[in-house]
């Protein structure tokens, strides 16, 4: 039997920095994953391009970006490790990066290239790295800690680490196992559910706008009442099944079922004041006009559904114009649902924060962390959850080390 001081399932980014870190700081480490290829989640990010960190994560508010059943969680280990230091890592390895969008950083290359620093900082901390290697049986004792009967033989150590993620993706291997393992612990789970996802629309209502497919525009969404209101201001995406686009993913994580959607348009523009002045010195069509405030595709579709506004604009009636500027500028609409994990960046829910410690990741059950996606922390889009797997790791192999330490000093 091959006996480790720590072994961490699951080789995505949360899985791969604590390996690292923890390594590098003088532990003995096995990383094992049941995947043939490596951290596909980070491979496919960004287009490609692995939009790795934000940096406008608000340091004085970190979680204002996250949400969860508790989302003051995850403050502590983003607090201490901030975007700068995992920029501070990209740049010593001469990975060249640039901004794109509201604090989002993606490599000017190929996102192989964090997986190949990830990798290297592994090797730096001399992990041994089993993969592909699948797990069974997990046991515990208090005396021998866990006991994991892998494809590769027997494995023991004391401390075990699951950064296994969550549902999201499955065509690259996404499964319950950290969910499944929580629960063999005693441990609570968030009920998952996919998140930044797009959203779909069924039946007759949705018929006019199916035409829309691939037309994007800046828009202004939110869901919710009251105080859990949520609201984003960015490109929204029509597609042949629904809406898509970082604005929908976004609001998506917020979205209940059965709640509407509220859209703007023309966000930034008196929709109602431009088509009212258009009737006083025009005599253009009413699509035209609209034309000028939204894309034409768009026009085109919310007039052709009104025989009241399928003529020129200085003979439609006030009401009318009235209420198509209020659909131009709150439209509402329901959701029939999501394209569900296939299409899903990331899993919302999954192990129960009052569950774990927010200093070092570890569970109620000793010796025993989750990391990363599986416990429930879910970014927004934009680089966030990828910053809250390198804070978690980070958090988590600071802690192996100095329990690591404790362990020393108690039997020596």
Known sequence: MSSFDVVV???GAAGLYCAALAGQRGLKVLLLDHNERIAEKIRISG????????????VRAPQ???????????????????????????QRHGIAFHEKHKGQLFCDGPSQQIIDMLLAECAAGHVAHWQPCSVGD???????????????GSVKAPRLVIATGGLSIPQIGASDFGYRIA?????RVVTPRPALVPLTFGGEAWEPYAGLAGLALPVHIETGSKKERMSFLEDLLFTHRGLSGPAVLQISSYWRPGAPLT???????????????????????????????????????????????????????DRALAALAERITRW??????????????????????????????????PGLYFIGEVADVTGWLGGYNFQWAWASAHACAQALALDSKADAIMSG
């Open 183 to 187: 629960t063999q612990f005693g441990l």
């Open 47 to 58: 287009g490609g391009r692995a939009n790795f960190t934000n940096r406008d994560l608000d």
């Open 9 to 11: 399932i699951g080789a």
């Open 263 to 317: 859209i703007d348009f023309a966000p930034g523009t008196d929709v109602a004041t431009s088509l009212g002045e258009a009737k006083q010195r025009s005599r253009k069509r009413i699509v035209n006009e609209l034309s000028g405030l939204v894309p034409s595709r768009l026009a085109d579709a919310w007039v052709g559904q009104d025989a009241a506004l399928q003529r020129p604009i200085n003979e439609a009636a």
């Open 138 to 152: 997990i046991a515990f004792s208090e005396q021998g800690g866990y006991q994991m009967e892998t494809s590769r």
């Open 64 to 90: 204002r970006h996250f949400i969860g059943d508790n989302p003051n969680f995850c403050r502590s280990a983003l607090s201490r490790y901030m975007p700068q230091q995992f920029i501070e890592l990209v």
């Open 332 to 365: 509402q609409i329901t959701p029939s649902g999501t394209e569900g994990y296939k299409k899903a960046e990331v899993t919302a829910g999954g192990v129960d924060t009052r569950d774990l410690s927010s200093q070092t990741m570890e569970s109620k059950q």
